[in-house]
């Protein structure tokens, strides 16, 4: 990844977004869908009128899911009898199948047809909003308290062992961005996979 990424871009949504819109066309024409990708190359659809299940999903341009020949189909086509849900089966990547029944068409006081209705339940006062935005902090023991709240140059901060996530990450990719940018060169002492054991480590006074 390259770490001078965000200096050739003017929105951060040429990296990664959430956008929401209604397909056109066919039997698809309304439903609704959010469209998300992240900076690391996933990209897949929630549909949000078919219970909010995953249609198309990929990474890296790598095709993981599978559509029906039938496509993504509108509620309003749902025929419950017999084996005809298959009319309007997405596939996709996540299908939920229930509540009434999953399986085979049955009877039981009523006419239960093949896996359900739910899956093609429209979602209610569906939206997609901020919950927190998330801000950047050295996590540290107790041997730096006296460092809580004052203001560290990046040059000073090079003074202490810094334990970071390994070269893979977004946040290592991000961290030596802003060092190079002072002309500084960020050696961590240790780089791991995992926050968890970052955190064990930095608790530990490792």
């Known amino acids: 990844m390259d770490r001078t990424k965000y200096e050739y871009i003017g929105n951060l949504s040429q990296l990664f977004h959430v956008e929401n819109y209604r397909m056109e066309g066919g039997k698809k024409d309304g439903v609704r869908v959010t469209n998300v990708q992240n900076e690391n190359g996933l990209n897949y659809t929630v ?8 249609a ?3 990474f ?5 899911s599978y559509i029906n020949p039938s496509g993504i189909v509108a509620p309003e086509y749902y025929d419950r009898t017999g084996v005809n849900w298959l009319k309007s089966f997405t596939a996709g990547f996540v299908t939920t199948c229930g509540l009434d029944n999953v399986g085979n068409p049955c009877e039981d006081g ?22 927190r935005e998330f801000k950047d902090v050295f996590v540290a023991n107790d041997e730096y308290k ?20 390994d070269r893979k990450s977004t946040t290592c990719e991000f961290l030596h961005q802003v060092f190079q940018k002072s002309q500084l060169d960020l050696v961590p002492e240790i780089e791991l ?14």
């Open 56 to 58: 198309n999903l990929s």
């Open 146 to 165: 006296e460092l809580r709240g004052k203001t560290i140059s990046l040059k000073d901060l090079k003074r202490f062992p810094i334990l970071m996530l």
């Open 110 to 131: 009523e006419e239960l047809g093949l896996h359900g209705r739910i899956g093609n339940t429209p979602a209610d006062e569906y939206n997609v909003r901020i919950i």
């Open 193 to 206: 996979s995992s926050n968890d054991l970052l955190i064990d480590l930095a608790r530990i006074v490792l």
């Open 60 to 64: 890296k341009g790598i095709n993981i």
């Open 47 to 54: 549909v949000a009128d078919r219970c909010m299940d995953i």
